[in-house]
């Protein structure tokens, strides 16, 4: 019963990331499951895949009726993504547990770092940038999706604001529909990698509705600013945690 009822508090706070960050949820749900659950890295890849795309797709809705979401983007950047996904799900299988994980760490350490001292556009009504920025940008994020096996979202929030030009209002409720789309890709090529626990995932996935459904809620009266930095920060101690805790691995 405690296996479960800590289950379910993860999934909480998976879902509420997700649905407040409009990303997070994947670098949060890889470790959980490996740390807490007790996967192997593979098959909590797998597994995150299924949770973070599910809950993504529910907090895509939640934002919708609150704020605006630019589908031209999220159909296009997510579109190319799920191409990029599906291509690149297989290359996991080659790397060690380890090293898996200290790239993953590296990866949300330089994103991280570089979303605290970048800008990003404050007008809602800012345009984004061109097709061909924005085709490549959900190309290169759609291969880390499928390798790293994350739904994206600490990655397309950052491209969404800083590559793409949209503001971070907009890049929320958008990225939530491209970690959806993502994560469908993904997990199209991780399937056959390994075994999964449906009734993990199961609880993951329900219990994460409600935080994405109070995660959309809250991000209504949160600064811009302030929801940026909060995820920028966020991004860069989790990176350190999983570095420090598995760099002496490969050594």
Known sequence: MEIILIDIALGLVIG???GFLGGGGSI????ALVYVVGLNPQAAVTASLIIVGTNAALGAYFHRRRNPLNWRVALLFGGVGMVAAFLSAGLSAHVSPAMLLVLFSLLM???GGWMIVSRSPQRLDAPPRGWAVIAASGAGVGALTGFLGVGGGFL???ALV???GLPIQQAVGTSLVVIAMNSLAGLL???SLAALDYGVIALFVVSGFAGAFAGARLACYIRPAQLRTGFAVFVVALGLFLFIDNVGNLL
Request: hydrophobic share 75%.
């Open 16 to 18: 509420l990331a997700l």
């Open 28 to 31: 949060l749900t890889v470790p």
């Open 109 to 111: 350490l330089a994103v």
């Open 156 to 158: 397309i929030m950052p």
């Open 162 to 164: 800083m590559l793409v």
């Open 189 to 191: 090529g991780h399937l």
